[in-house]
T-cell receptor, first 116, second 110 residues
C-alpha cells in the first residue's frame, strides 16, 4: 500500500460524457502527478500540481483539466470523452517539487476508465 | 522535448537466466529512476541514480547510470518468477517532470 488513494477503481461511461477522477496523496506529500497508461504504452505524464498550484503540463488534452485543493487532494476531469480515452489513469505523489535529491513518486492503484 | 527510450519492449527468459533492460535519453539527465509494475498493479519505485557512472545493487538487481548521464541499465541476475512485470526507467533534466520510458515487459518461464 503506497498511501495514495484513488477513486473510483473502475469507471465505465459513454462517449461524450464527463467524468471526475479523485486522488488523495500520501500524508505530507505536496506534489501530485497524473499519468495516463494505455495498452502497451508507457506512462504518459499529464499534469503536476505542487501545494495547490499547477507546476508542469505534459501531453494533456484540452478536454482534460485538473486541480489540487487546499487539503492537497486532486481531481482530474475528463470531458467529451472519446473511445481513445479508455485507459488506466494513475495518480502519484511525492514530497518535493523536483530536486536532485531523492524524490520518489508513490503511485496510487489507478482508475480504469472504459469509454463505450 | 526530452525523450526516454527503453529497449527491449519485451523479454522472455527462462527462470535462472539473466535479464537486462536499457534506457537512453535524448538529453543529459539530472537523475534517473527505475520503477517496477507487476501485472495488474501500479508502478513501484525501485531506485534513483544521480551521479555519473553510478552503480547500485539491490540483491540480484544492478542499476547503472552512464558516464554521460544519458543512459542507464537494469540487470537482473538469475531471474525468478517473482521478477515478472514491466520495468520503467524515468529521468528528468533540471527542473522538469519525470519522463518515463515505455518500459520493458519481462516474462519468466519456470
Amino acid at each position: 500500500d503506497s498511501g495514495v488513494t484513488q477513486t473510483p477503481k473502475h469507471l465505465i461511461t459513454a462517449t461524450g460524457q464527463r467524468v471526475t477522477l479523485r486522488c488523495s496523496p500520501r500524508s505530507g506529500d505536496l506534489s501530485v502527478y497524473w499519468y495516463q497508461q494505455s495498452l502497451d504504452q508507457g506512462l504518459q505524464f499529464l499534469i503536476q500540481y505542487y501545494n495547490g498550484e499547477e507546476r508542469a503540463k505534459g501531453n494533456i488534452l484540452e478536454r482534460f483539466s485538473a486541480q489540487q485543493f487546499p487539503d492537497l487532494h486532486s481531481e482530474l476531469n475528463l470531458s467529451s470523452l472519446e473511445l481513445g480515452d479508455s485507459a488506466l489513469y494513475f495518480c502519484a505523489s511525492s514530497l518535493k517539487l523536483w530536486t536532485r535529491s531523492l524524490n520518489e513518486q508513490f503511485f496510487g492503484p489507478g482508475t480504469r476508465l472504459t469509454v463505450l | 522535448g526530452q525523450q526516454v527510450m527503453q529497449i527491449p519492449q519485451y523479454q522472455h527468459v527462462q527462470e535462472g537466466e539473466d535479464f537486462t533492460t536499457y534506457c537512453n535519453s535524448s538529453t543529459t539527465l539530472s537523475n534517473i529512476q527505475w520503477y517496477k509494475q507487476r501485472p495488474g498493479g501500479h508502478p513501484v519505485f525501485l531506485i534513483q541514480l544521480v551521479k555519473s557512472g553510478e552503480v547500485k545493487k539491490q540483491k540480484r538487481l544492478t542499476f547503472q547510470f552512464g558516464e554521460a548521464k544519458k543512459n542507464s541499465s537494469l540487470h537482473i541476475t538469475a531471474t525468478q518468477t517473482t521478477d515478472v512485470g514491466t520495468y520503467f526507467c524515468a529521468g528528468n533534466s533540471g527542473n522538469t517532470p519525470l519522463v518515463f520510458g515505455k518500459g520493458t515487459r519481462l516474462s519468466v518461464i519456470a
